[in-house]
């Protein structure tokens, strides 16, 4: 029988193994194979370290470009993006942020400059910098329409 002290102590370490795979950019599912837990518990650990406000994160990022390097739009249904995506302002540092590809490709398939993007998940914000550098106009949230 494992008591609290040993259990604490495997915990601790099954902790800071997750935070450094993380901090190597290694996906959630690949981490939750390996270490054999489920993505539930990878964001508390995540939360309990980081906390989950993305202004209190310490690094800053100095925009380079604001456009990704060689996009072409997806023709088909099927899209795999082998890369998260780093210009602008995206960062993958924050867990709920999701690939900019994605939104990239919805605002350019189903609006026009200057046409209204309604993002009423308003998360980390990845829906809106894309319709802004797209030259869309950006409505956020369902509370104000």
Known sequence: MINKKTNCKINS?????????????TPDIKIGNKYGVNLKYIERVITKAKGINVSALKTSKEIRTLHPKDFQEERTTIWSFKSRGNWATH?????????????RNVVLKYSNPGETVLDYFCGAGTTAVEAKLLGRKIKVGLDTL
């Open 13 to 25: 370490e099954l902790e800071r193994a997750i935070l450094k795979e993380k901090a190597k950019g």
């Open 91 to 103: 960062s993958g540092e924050y867990r709920g942020n999701w690939s900019p590809y994605i939104p």
